[in-house]
């Protein structure tokens, strides 16, 4: 069965830094491009990066472009995002999702709570 499950989510004060991971199983993501997602509380889910299959193209939301990085490892078959200097406003629950033959398929996600 096709399951992703992120982990790496936390309480961060302002300027901190997480790491995300999403592991994918049941499946091999090798061929896949991955985009991450977040919601915050009140507000519709948006998307905040998307990584190609090779990982050699990657796409960031303006409001975390020069702070979050996005990554691979296939042979871990897991997609990382790394979040620096992170804001208040980046308080939310942060999804990861991948589209096989036109079905998508979520995490569970995985609360970044940012405050002081």
């Known amino acids: 069965q096709l399951q992703l499950v992120e982990s790496g989510g936390g309480l961060v004060q302002p300027g901190g830094s997480l790491r995300l991971s999403c592991a994918a199983s049941?499946?091999?993501?090798?061929?896949?491009?991955i985009t991450w997602f977040r919601q915050a509380p009140g507000k519709e889910r948006e998307g905040v990066s998307c990584?190609?299959?090779?990982?050699?193209?990657?796409n960031y939301a303006d409001s975390v472009k020069g702070r979050f990085t996005i990554s691979r490892d296939n042979a871990k078959n897991t997609v990382y995002l790394q979040m620096n200097s992170l804001k208040p406003e980046d308080t939310a629950v942060y999804y990861c999702?991948?589209?096989?033959?036109?079905?998508?398929?979520w995490g569970q996600g995985t609360q970044v709570t940012v405050s002081s």
């Open positions: 999702r991948i589209v096989v033959r036109g079905l998508e398929y």
């Open positions: 049941g499946f091999t993501l090798d061929y896949y491009a």
């Open positions: 990584i190609s299959s090779s990982g050699g193209t990657t």
